[in-house]
């Protein structure tokens, strides 16, 4: 995808991971312009983006339409994510479900995604290679949980998984080179994941862990559309 004529955007580019995927990408000859977006993070002149705010979304996408205008969209990374803030953290068990919190976790990390891809979709070329990374979690597998717990994120996780699944197979009817996905970055040391890293974990640096990312990022195609892949390239169960 080394063509200077291209976009990459990253969503949710004010986080440790996003940033970092940003800056590398901009280092990088691969494209034409590398623009972040996010709540707090504006460039360019660009709107600030609310994931949880559908005019929002709308008032990005419509500024992304100019932007990309004659550079195309060809890769769409979207790393925003939420598990805990000072009033809400992860649920241990059932006692401690709060409607709040459920609603905060699907909103961020499922239902403004979903909406996302409503309003960028359009701005996705019909043909050539175009990537959408989703970064997702390994918690949100159905398949994988063996421990339980963390319920609301869980959730939101395997509910964006099923979003991104469903959307590959819509986008591949307009582009047969698309490929949509859904990736685990592991355990990276931002402040999302800070409170709750264990001893023994293979926790990276938002630094390495966006070049791992790219790394597999690099080598998707169609064949890999509507996958669910950690950061390692390995596939993962539903």
């Known amino acids: 995808m080394a063509d200077s004529g291209n976009t990459a955007v990253v969503i ?4 440790g991971l996003g940033a970092q995927l940003v800056r590398q990408l901009q280092s990088s000859s691969d494209f034409g312009q590398v623009i972040g977006l996010s709540r707090s993070r504006s460039e360019h002149g660009a709107p600030h983006l609310d994931l949880t705010q559908e005019a929002s979304i ?3 996408a419509a500024w992304l ?8 969209l060809r ?20 006692t401690q479900l709060n409607a ?7 909103a961020i990390n499922a239902i403004g995604p979903a909406l996302l891809l409503k309003h ?5 070329p019909r043909e050539g290679d175009t990537k959408i990374v989703f970064i997702s979690a390994k ?3 159905i398949g994988d949980n063996a421990l339980g717990g963390w319920y609301g994120y869980r959730a939101s996780k395997a509910a964006l998984n099923q979003i991104v699944k469903t959307a590959s197979i819509e986008l591949a009817r307009r582009n047969k080179n698309i490929c949509c996905m859904a990736m685990h970055p592991g355990t990276v040391e931002t402040a999302l994941s800070d409170p ?19 790394q597999v990022v690099h080598t998707l195609d169609a064949s890999r559309n509507g996958s669910f892949m950690d950061y390692r390239g390995q596939s993962l169960p539903w």
Request: aromatic share 6%.
């Open 196 to 214: 709750f890293s264990k001893k023994g974990l293979n926790v990276r640096s938002p630094e390495v862990a966006a070049q791992e990312i790219l």
């Open 65 to 72: 339409k100019d932007r990309c205008s004659l550079l195309s």
């Open 139 to 141: 918690v949100g597998s």
């Open 58 to 60: 709308t008032a990005c």
């Open 12 to 15: 949710g580019a004010s986080g």
């Open 120 to 124: 960028v979709s359009p701005l996705l």
């Open 100 to 106: 709040d919190y459920l609603g905060r976790v699907f």
């Open 75 to 94: 890769l769409l990374i979207v790393a925003s994510g939420f598990l805990h803030d000072e009033g809400n953290e992860p649920e241990r068990s059932l």
